[in-house]
């Protein structure tokens, strides 16, 4: 007997089961996307902003590869649940997203990252993508390529109202002010947005964090007057993440930029859980286990000898490494040298013949697998190697003990952002409710082979 820790999938079609059982045979762990939470996230996110008509525009930002999730579905998904922008930081993911057929005529798209000298400034305003500025020789870059395409830029003044990265400071922005009027004058650009990015707005339970974005705000809005009375008033304004879209309505302005919440998570902990917002995690992260033994008390587990086991045992290999993205930092120890520590690993659901239940992490991940202590006798609890387990999904409630990449983010003392972003190309992705969620027209834009 074989059991599975993973949900009932439900396929949409034959096709589905054997792709499913095709990504399971040729792969040791798979990558579950429900396209439907993400749809469903997003029309959420449009909601807290007022609805569709409310003058508040909802950005999905899909930058990294959709926080894992994959580009193009997950962009799909975010336009069915009412998106009407998209963002990315890399050119050739805004340019991917054209390439796929997702036309200006759909959404609008912005892209924030280039350096130096090779920006491809001019394919960009030729697939009508909006581009930020936030330097001198970025808006000069523009221009030129603007004039090289014969056609204007648009672009997004980028503002640095405290978070100390990209834009444009308060001392700096008078000559910025002087360049953007001129290259407007020129018809090389047109100034579209103005906008910038808040550093603590996770935080509301910290005062002084509360003030600093309070601060932010003001200094933003202060940006603003200065281009209205420069004559160069920004059309859409935006300035909030996720956690502010949750938890700062004043601060909407004409558009939001949530990029994890539409995967389904609050940007911290400290803000609750995701179902206090009527987000839903979109992604499951399942393996098979490998091989299943008995080893007795007192045996060393993996790289290091920092995991002993303390009782007879039996240990189940999980085909996952940090070449795949687990943190090693989600190792678990109980040994340091000859002293006893308790360092909690990253927790897996395991299914046993008394019911879920969750182990952790034993010993260093190694680069292709880790190990778990399953503290009893495999074969008293019924696992066996090939057993499907959960290292994280939505969380469905206590009782199923399923964990989140909140769990996991705890566990390599990091945030679920990277629990996500750093799981690599080895572990297939897979959709869920993709026929559900998307217009067929749409749907033909996946690959077929990824289709649940
Ligand atoms: C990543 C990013 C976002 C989205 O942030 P979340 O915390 O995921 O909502 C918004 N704006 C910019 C500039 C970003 O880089």
Request: aromatic share 6%; hydrophobic share 25%; charged share 10%.
């Given at each position: 007997m074989s059991l599975n820790a993973a949900p009932q999938w439900v396929f949409s079609s034959e096709q589905g089961q054997a792709n499913y059982k095709a990504a399971c045979r040729r792969y040791p762990a798979q990558c579950i996307v429900d396209l439907k939470a993400l749809r469903d996230n997003m029309a959420r996110l449009v909601e807290i902003c007022g609805g569709p008509d409310s003058g508040t525009a909802v950005m999905g930002v899909v930058k990294a590869d959709a926080y894992g999730h994959g580009l193009i579905p997950a962009a799909l998904a975010a336009l069915a649940g009412g998106a009407t922008w998209l963002g990315t930081a890399q050119a050739h993911e805004a340019l991917a997203l054209r390439a796929a057929g997702i036309g200006p005529d759909r959404c609008r798209i912005l892209t924030w990252m280039y350096s130096g000298l090779e920006v491809p400034f001019d394919e960009l305003i030729a697939a009508d993508v909006d581009v930020s500025v936030g330097s001198l020789a970025g808006i000069a870059r523009v221009s030129e390529a603007a004039r090289r395409v014969g056609r204007p830029a648009r672009v997004h003044v980028k503002c640095d109202t405290g978070f100390g990265r990209n834009g444009f400071t308060p001392a700096a922005f008078d000559e910025a002010i002087k360049a953007l009027r001129e290259e407007q004058s020129l018809g090389l650009?047109?100034?579209i947005g103005q906008w910038s990015h808040l550093a603590v707005a996770d935080a509301p339970n910290v005062p002084e964090f509360v003030k600093s974005t309070d601060t932010q705000i003001a200094v933003f809005d202060e940006f603003t007057d200065r281009m209205r009375a420069a004559g160069i008033a920004p059309q859409i304004r935006h300035l909030a993440n996720t956690a502010a879209t949750l938890s700062r309505p004043k601060i909407h302005y004409e558009l939001t930029r949530p990029g994890i919440g539409l995967y389904g998570y609050e940007p911290d902990p400290a803000m609750g859980t995701p179902q206090r917002y009527h987000l839903k995690p979109a992604m499951t992260l399942q393996a098979q286990l490998g091989t299943v033994k008995d080893v007795e008390a007192g045996h060393g587990i993996s790289y290091?000898?920092?995991?002993?086991?303390?009782?007879?045992t039996s240990t189940a290999i999980v085909p996952l490494g940090y070449a795949d993205?687990?943190?090693?930092?989600a190792s678990g120890f109980d040994m340091e040298g000859a002293k006893h520590v308790e360092k909690l690993g990253g927790p897996v659901r395991i299914m046993t013949k008394q019911g879920p239940k969750l182990e952790r992490v034993s010993g260093r991940v190694c680069m292709d697998q880790f190990i778990l202590d399953l503290h009893g006798s495999a074969a008293a609890m019924g696992v066996e190697e090939g057993d499907t387990v959960v290292l994280f999904g939505p969380g469905r409630g206590e009782a199923v003990c399923e964990p989140t990449a909140d769990d996991w983010a705890r566990a390599a003392e990091t945030i679920s952002y990277e629990i996500f972003t750093c799981l690599r190309n080895r572990i297939p992705r897979l959709y869920l409710n993709a026929a559900e969620v998307l217009p067929p027209e749409d749907l033909a834009l996946l690959d077929p082979a990824s289709i649940l």
């Open positions: 650009i047109q100034i290091g000898r920092t995991y002993l086991t303390p009782q007879n993205g687990i943190h090693r930092s």
